[in-house]
T-cell receptor, first 116, second 111 residues
Framework: AQKVTQAQTEISVVEKEDVTLDCVYE???????LFWYKQPPSGELVFLIR??????QNEISGRYSWNFQKSTSSFNFTITASQVVDSAVYFC?????????????FGSGTRLLVRP | GEEVAQTPKHLVRGEGQKAKLYCAPI?????VFWYQQVLKNEFKFLIS????????ETGMPKERFSAKCLPNSPCSLEIQATKLEDSAVYFC?????????FGSGTRLTVV
């Protein structure tokens, strides 16, 4: 069965601190995709990144970076120099064909609070 | 367009009333997914469609929930005889090739 675990329920940091959000996944599929979404207080889901299982290169986009490690089944997300606008709930998600019939399996989310 | 349009944005129903939510997927996307999110917590998968066919309905509470995706019409999710516990935000997503686009959600409040 497929599963996504975000063990950190809530994280609170002071502005300009770096913060890492953890994501561990389980799947029997060899081909799968991993995602991160941001859900700000306004409620919409904002797509951040998609990674496929064959591409283990780390990715950086501005202050955001992602570390994908198949050996530990992890896809962690780091925000460098956090800002108040980063306050949101962040969801990690997994999709594969055989195990999940293409639906996104979400983790339970990590609420990030960035204090000024 | 490149947006998934969900209507209405907000819906208030008395307990026992019917609720119907709509989702217009992106043209060319073969898959549509419905999710329920209670209190900004976990996303519960309800049902998916491949074109107009039910693809996976493992998450649907069968007794009161039903859904359709008909050609040339928005997809719909209907809840008969709503209960207080149905209060949630319902998200629709359409997908092609593992790219998922979510609508902005419908907030259903059952009073």
């Amino acid at each position: 069965a497929q599963k996504v675990t975000q063990a950190q329920t809530e994280i609170s940091v002071v502005e300009k601190e770096d913060v890492t959000l953890d994501c561990v996944y389980e799947t029997r599929d060899t081909t799968y995709y991993l995602f991160w979404y941001k859900q700000p207080p306004s409620g919409e889901l904002v797509f951040l990144i998609r990674r496929n299982s064959f591409d283990e290169q780390n990715e950086i986009s501005g202050r955001y970076s992602w570390n994908f490690q198949k050996s530990t089944s992890s896809f962690n997300f780091t925000i460098t120099a956090s800002q108040v606008v980063d306050s949101a709930v962040y969801f990690c998600a997994l999709s594969a064909s055989m195990d999940s019939s293409y639906k996104l399996i979400f983790g339970s989310g990590t609420r990030l609070l960035v204090r000024p | 367009g490149e947006e998934v349009a969900q209507t209405p944005k907000h819906l208030v129903r008395g307990e026992g009333q019917k609720a119907k939510l709509y989702c217009a997927p992106i043209k060319g996307h073969s898959y549509v997914f419905w999710y329920q999110q209670v209190l900004k917590n976990e996303f519960k998968f309800l049902i998916s469609f491949q074109n107009e066919n039910v693809f996976d309905e493992t998450g649907m509470p069968k007794e009161r929930f039903s859904a359709k995706c008909l050609p040339n019409s928005p997809c719909s999710l209907e809840i008969q005889a709503t209960k207080l516990e149905d209060s949630a935000v319902y998200f629709c997503a359409s997908s092609q090739s593992y790219g998922y686009t979510f609508g902005s959600g419908t907030r259903l409040t059952v009073v």
